[in-house]
């Protein structure tokens, strides 16, 4: 009887793949009026679904004209509103026209999911009557984004501390640098918080507050060198990021010298991101296959989510001497049964000079056999060819740098595991030639 149970099993995976084809096919029936309605519609141009409406409790209008004008549409599926229910992150690929640029791919976020979204109304609802639900334009001017008005001459720590990730423990140099690079005013290059408008002040802390991502790629721009997506502006509450490529998941199956070369730039990102003549440390505190990609002709990777950096400003760690901020902190390594799961402590983060928390989170969530994603486990640097295998200081390197049997044994590891790779890469870049 046993023997007819893959048998039956198959058949049962055929039939509810045709249950489900049947199922879209009616779907699409049903939805033919809208089908067609949204193709022939730019719905970018709707002021209600970019929710400009909610302005100034949005997060910005640098890029209002060009949704206005039309210059920015959706892809085929993105047009199709029933299919949304499968985009629970609200992030969008479009088209972007200039009459002499041509036109290119760029990326569109809400910065939330619809609920994400909904309890930001609320929350500003709540703080401004006490209630759920209120006349958000009017209740945003009684939140604490309005009571920063035109006499306050800075953005200080104090006031925005714990907001958010990346203001988890900010220093006034932090701050200064995203008030002066804040690109939803068209004054930017001060940082004075009184130069902005009220309205472009509201909606900088309102980022700040709610997701800080577009802050990040403002104050860390990837024309400096940063390897973030570069930010192009915003609309109410969608903002335009620069298309990279795909995922890094995409290549989790590509050829091994492709997958050492992206590993090695992990690793080099984890490293400008922890040290820097900046003296800026940015810690990625939610790493995975699907917050980086891979650009198309360069084969450089980008982080491309910002939402989850927290910045620690190591000049004042020196300066303000917090205890034991000289100790070097090492990330306890977690086995959990979980994706993307990482253990770090924020106010260690926040008080030591000499952290190794990015070097574990590429390790761990990206490049070891602990890696686990989308039901698969192995990470990018699975199934070595069999001399690199046999030799085993990959798989040594790695293992040390997630989980250390050495005290301060990931710091070396992390340093050794990327003059390793680099060596893998520039061996099979010779053999190429």
Same mark, same amino acid.
């Given at each position: 009887?046993?023997?007819?149970?893959?048998?039956?099993?198959?058949?049962?995976?055929?039939?509810?793949?045709?249950?489900?084809?049947?199922?879209?096919? &009616? $779907?699409?029936?049903?939805?033919?009026?809208?089908?067609?309605?949204?193709?022939?519609?730019?719905?970018?141009? !709707?002021?209600?679904? $970019? =929710?400009?409406?909610?302005?100034?409790?949005?997060?910005?209008?640098?890029?209002?004209?060009?949704?206005?004008?039309?210059?920015?549409?959706?892809?085929?599926?993105?047009?199709?509103?029933?299919?949304?229910?499968?985009?629970?992150?609200?992030?969008?690929? /479009?088209?972007?026209?200039?009459?002499?640029?041509?036109?290119?791919?760029?990326?569109? #976020?809400?910065?939330?999911?619809?609920?994400?979204?909904?309890?930001?109304?609320?929350? $500003?609802?709540?703080?401004?009557?006490?209630?759920?639900?209120?006349?958000? $334009?009017?209740?945003?001017? #009684? %939140?604490?984004?309005?009571?920063? =008005?035109?006499?306050?001459?800075?953005?200080?720590?104090?006031?925005?501390?714990?907001? @958010?990730?990346?203001?988890?423990?900010?220093?006034?140099?932090?701050? !200064?640098?995203?008030?002066?690079?804040?690109?939803? %005013?068209? !004054?930017?290059?001060?940082?004075?918080?009184?130069?902005?408008?009220?309205?472009?002040?509201?909606?900088?802390?309102?980022?700040?507050?709610?997701?800080?991502?577009?802050?990040?790629?403002?104050?860390?721009?990837?024309?400096?060198?940063?390897?973030? /997506?570069?930010?192009?502006? /915003?609309?109410?509450?969608?903002?335009?990021? =620069?298309?990279?490529?795909?995922?890094?998941?995409?290549?989790?199956?590509?050829?091994? +010298?492709?997958?050492?070369?992206?590993?090695?730039?992990?690793?080099?990102?984890?490293?400008?991101?922890?040290? =820097?003549?900046?003296?800026?440390?940015?810690?990625?505190?939610?790493?995975?296959?699907?917050?980086? *990609?891979?650009?198309?002709?360069?084969?450089?990777?980008? &982080?491309? +989510?910002?939402?989850?950096?927290?910045?620690?400003?190591?000049?004042?760690?020196?300066?303000?001497?917090?205890?034991?901020?000289?100790?070097?902190?090492?990330?306890?390594?977690?086995?959990?049964?979980?994706?993307?799961?990482?253990?770090?402590?924020?106010?260690?983060?926040?008080?030591?000079?000499?952290? !190794?928390?990015?070097?574990?989170?590429?390790?761990?969530?990206?490049? @070891?056999?602990? *890696? %686990?994603?989308?039901?698969?486990?192995?990470?990018?640097?699975?199934?070595?060819?069999?001399?690199? *295998?046999?030799?085993?200081?990959?798989?040594?390197?790695? +293992?040390?740098?997630?989980?250390?049997?050495?005290?301060?044994?990931?710091?070396?590891?992390?340093?050794?595991?990327?003059?390793?790779?680099?060596?893998?890469?520039?061996?099979?870049?010779?053999?190429?030639?």
């Amino acid at each position: 009887m046993l023997r007819f149970l893959p048998l039956k099993l198959g058949r049962l995976y055929r039939c509810l793949k045709l249950l489900l084809v049947v199922g879209l096919f &009616v $779907i699409l029936l049903m939805n033919t009026h809208n089908l067609f309605a949204s193709f022939q519609k730019n719905e970018l141009t !709707d002021r209600r679904f $970019i =929710n400009l409406n909610k302005c100034p409790a949005c997060f910005g209008t640098s890029w209002c004209r060009k949704f206005m004008n039309g210059q920015v549409s959706f892809e085929t599926w993105g047009r199709l509103r029933f299919l949304d229910v499968f985009n629970v992150k609200n992030v969008y690929f /479009a088209q972007y026209g200039e009459p002499r640029e041509g036109t290119r791919r760029v990326v569109l #976020k809400r910065l939330g999911s619809n609920q994400e979204l909904a309890d930001i109304d609320q929350k $500003i609802c709540k703080r401004a009557t006490g209630r759920p639900r209120c006349d958000l $334009i009017q209740a945003i001017y #009684k %939140t604490e984004f309005a009571r920063l =008005n035109g006499d306050v001459r800075l953005l200080t720590p104090e006031v925005v501390e714990g907001w @958010s990730d990346l203001v988890h423990c900010p220093s006034q140099r932090l701050l !200064d640098r995203v008030v002066r690079r804040y690109a939803e %005013t068209k !004054d930017s290059g001060s940082f004075l918080l009184k130069n902005l408008k009220d309205t472009e002040r509201m909606q900088l802390l309102m980022t700040l507050a709610f997701n800080p991502e577009p802050l990040v790629l403002q104050s860390f721009p990837s024309d400096e060198g940063w390897p973030f /997506a570069k930010y192009l502006g /915003a609309c109410g509450r969608v903002v335009a990021v =620069n298309y990279v490529g795909e995922e890094l998941w995409s290549f989790y199956n590509a050829p091994w +010298d492709k997958r050492v070369d992206l590993a090695r730039q992990l690793m080099d990102i984890a490293e400008q991101l922890t040290n =820097n003549d900046f003296e800026f440390a940015l810690y990625l505190l939610d790493v995975s296959f699907d917050n980086f *990609a891979v650009g198309p002709r360069d084969g450089k990777v980008i &982080v491309v +989510d910002g939402e989850n950096v927290l910045v620690a400003d190591k000049r004042l760690i020196k300066q303000n001497k917090p205890e034991n901020y000289d100790l070097w902190y090492e990330s306890r390594f977690e086995d959990c049964d979980k994706e993307a799961c990482l253990s770090f402590s924020k106010e260690s983060l926040c008080n030591r000079v000499t952290v !190794d928390h990015n070097y574990y989170a590429v390790c761990q969530n990206l490049l @070891s056999r602990y *890696a %686990t994603w989308r039901g698969t486990t192995g990470g990018l640097l699975h199934d070595p060819p069999a001399h690199i *295998a046999k030799d085993g200081q990959l798989e040594a390197l790695l +293992d040390e740098c997630t989980n250390p049997k050495k005290r301060y044994g990931r710091f070396t590891a992390a340093k050794e595991l990327r003059d390793y790779l680099t060596q893998l890469v520039s061996s099979s870049s010779a053999t190429a030639r």
